[in-house]
């Protein structure tokens, strides 16, 4: 009978961590970050079909970076979570943080027992369930189950830190739409690319939208906001 | 004897509160867009079976009509229980989601919950898939739910809704009415259901007219629930004393919106002055 090798438990989590990271490098990035009417959303994906950023419930958007598939598979558990919680008890009783705490042991647990841990790291947004409170939390939960709150923004992908750095210089407090759009386009793109609006998925989340709170801004109202 | 506390059996209904986990499925049991199946699947399914129930509260007249911008759906708001008046301000009508409605007559209670499901189905669909199901999806899907109310039915406990809305696809408003079944009619002109139906629909044969406008239609359907109310006992006109008035709501390409009351209690006023001058001969 031959022995397996051993490796070091310290060894197999950093190489599936590399593996995660590796996966993750590969995708594009987004931004969310609140602003004066609510929470903004800003991906960059060439396709406009398979989309990053979605609606999970009245005030909770989802959106994810990595692999489509895998990302994808957490929105839909995440849509059936929320809409089973609001039925059975009350829409009011949804809410992001039970959401993201869902997802960090739903990755955790993925990432320590299974073959290949989930090249993916999302973000639940969430915004105040008071109408005259525009403040909002964002969620950034990492392929192995780390969660990590804001209030301000939070970006996710593969060039995270240097669009971290880039974005920070722009962001303020209560910047209104247009001014948040352009910031994170600026801060997307980088000094050496500009990106179209076919590059771009926007969404956001804003109680001026009626109980459903998610809204795309994309076509012509998006042209509008490029950073020119 | 003592009685005992803390027994290991477990509260009754208990069980029908959800884990609220993630749920995930293998390929073969998920239950992709679909509502109903997923809280089939998740074993929170509803009501066993029960004996003849027939004092509890029912819904009574509900009129839908296409009119020139798309459809108008209107119903009274009294809820009866045998010969008791059991609500004086239920809502009979609904929005689906942003471009249809629902109005309902039968049991209160799985007509309620009937309402909330299939808005829920339609939302789930919306958000899982990414797009809207077609009208015809919508409606057809209500037809299911309808058909699977069957048992229930044959217990007294019958949903019959009318629903409305407008395909944005055909650029036009339409209405579907529906039989204990499930069979589902798409209506070209208009639709009623409940106790007071045949009045009302009466009152919308007499004065029905193709591309009616928004007043005029308003007009038709306030006379046809003020006639169902005046001939049908568990049908409730305008309440002057209380000040509650029946619900009208249209659904136009610009998405569904309900009549505000004060329009609606305008339009049942000038009806009140006109049958009273007619009682009075004409002074």
């Given at each position: ?192 690319r500009t990106l179209e609006p076919d590059d771009l998925e926007v969404a956001e989340l804003s109680h001026s939208n009626g109980r459903r709170s998610f809204r ?13 | ?65 296409r009119y020139n911008a798309g459809v108008m759906l209107a119903g009274d708001k009294r809820a009866t229980s045998g010969h008791q008046i059991s609500h004086r ?25 009937m309402v909330r499901l299939f808005q829920l189905q339609i939302e789930h669909y919306e958000k899982v898939e990414g797009k809207s199901l077609s009208l015809d ?147």
């Amino acid at each position: 009978m031959s022995m397996p090798f051993y490796v070091a438990p310290e060894q197999l989590m950093e190489d599936r961590a590399d593996y995660a990271r590796k996966g993750i490098a590969r995708g594009r990035s987004l931004i969310g970050l609140s602003y004066d009417e609510g929470i903004l959303i800003v991906a960059e994906n060439a396709s406009n079909t398979l989309r990053k950023v979605s609606e999970i419930y009245d005030r909770i958007a989802f959106a994810g970076v990595g692999k489509y598939n895998e990302f994808d598979q957490l929105r839909i558990a995440g849509v059936r979570h929320a809409d089973l919680k609001g039925y059975s008890f009350s829409r009011e009783d949804v809410d992001a943080r039970s959401l993201a705490n869902q997802y960090a042991q739903m990755l955790g647990q993925i990432f320590t027992h299974e073959m290949k841990p989930m090249e993916v790291e999302i973000l639940v947004a969430e915004i105040s369930q008071d109408s005259g409170n525009t403040s909002g939390q964002l969620f950034h939960i990492l392929y192995d189950g780390t969660v990590k709150d804001h209030s301000d923004f939070a970006v996710l992908g593969g060039d995270a830190e240097v669009i971290f750095d880039r974005f920070q210089e722009n962001y303020s407090e209560n910047l209104t739409l247009p001014e948040a759009i352009n910031a994170a386009i600026t801060a997307l793109s980088g000094p050496d690319r500009t990106l179209e609006p076919d590059d771009l998925e926007v969404a956001e989340l804003s109680h001026s939208n009626g109980r459903r709170s998610f809204r795309r801004i994309e076509g012509d109202e998006l042209l509008n906001f490029m950073p020119s | 004897m003592s009685k005992r506390v803390g027994s290991s059996r477990s509260i009754a209904g208990a069980d029908t509160i959800i884990r609220v986990t993630l749920p995930r499925f293998t390929p073969e049991q998920d239950p992709g867009p679909n509502f109903v199946a997923l809280v089939d699947n998740m074993g929170i399914s509803d009501a066993g079976q029960g004996s003849l129930i027939d004092d509890l509260p029912h819904g009574t007249t509900c009129v839908a009509i296409r009119y020139n911008a798309g459809v108008m759906l209107a119903g009274d708001k009294r809820a009866t229980s045998g010969h008791q008046i059991s609500h004086r301000t239920m809502e009979k009508v609904f929005p689906a989601d942003q471009f249809s409605g629902i109005a309902i007559a039968g049991a209160a209670g799985p007509a309620l919950e009937m309402v909330r499901l299939f808005q829920l189905q339609i939302e789930h669909y919306e958000k899982v898939e990414g797009k809207s199901l077609s009208l015809d999806g919508k409606a057809n899907q209500l037809s299911q739910m309808i058909r699977q109310n069957l048992s229930q039915a044959m217990l007294g406990l019958a949903v019959l809704p009318i629903f409305a809305g407008f395909d944005l696809r055909l650029d036009t408003g339409r209405l579907f009415q529906f039989d204990v079944t499930g069979g589902r009619y798409e209506e070209a002109s208009f639709a009623a259901t409940g106790s007071g139906s045949i009045h009302a629909t009466t009152v919308i044969k007499m004065g029905y007219e193709d591309q009616l406008d928004e007043s005029a239609a308003i007009e038709l359907l306030a006379n046809a629930i003020f006639e169902a109310a005046d001939e049908d006992s568990a049908t409730g006109g305008p309440d002057l004393i209380r000040d509650v008035y029946p619900i009208i709501a249209k659904i136009t390409s610009d998405g569904y919106e309900a009549i505000s009351d004060e329009s609606i209690a305008s339009v049942f006023s000038a009806i009140i002055d006109d049958r009273r001058s007619k009682a009075s001969g004409g002074e």
